[in-house]
Nanobody, 122 residues
Framework: QVQLVESGGGLVQAGGPLRLSCVTS????????MGWFRQVPGKERELVAA???????RHADSVKGRFTIYRDNAKNTVYLQMNSLKPEDTAVYYC????????????????WGQGTQVTVSS
């Protein structure tokens, strides 16, 4: 069983930074693909960024150049550094994990966190 706990959400002004953290339990963290998703009420959940066991990453076009996903395997933690935030980044952000990269990227995920709210004011 793997548990994911997100933190770091909050209210920030447009243009500001925020860093989300996702701490995972379990001894096989490094072998999981990890991702950050976000969801706005009434819209489908979307992949924001993913990082794979190899260390390679993928970022949605809407956040490229502003957001960076990275992981610290020693701390069983994956981060999402968000810079130059925009009001349209407002959403609930979820951390997810899956043994299979393609499943995660497709929106699946064996494990999910509870979500953390990010609100960007204009």
């Amino acid at each position: 069983q793997v548990q994911l706990v997100e933190s770091g959400g909050g209210l920030v002004q447009a243009g500001g930074p925020l860093r989300l953290s996702c701490v995972t339990s379990g001894r096989t963290f490094s072998s999981y693909a990890m991702g950050w998703f976000r969801q706005v009420p009434g819209k489908e959940r979307e992949l924001v960024a993913a990082i794979f066991w190899s260390g390679s990453t993928r970022h949605a076009d809407s956040v490229k150049g502003r957001f960076t996903i990275y992981r610290d395997n020693a701390k069983n933690t994956v981060y999402l550094q968000m810079n130059s935030l925009k009001p349209e980044d407002t959403a609930v952000y979820y951390c997810a994990a899956d043994r299979t990269s393609s499943t995660l990227v497709a929106g699946g995920g064996e494990y999910w966190g509870q979500g953390t709210q990010v609100t960007v004011s204009s």
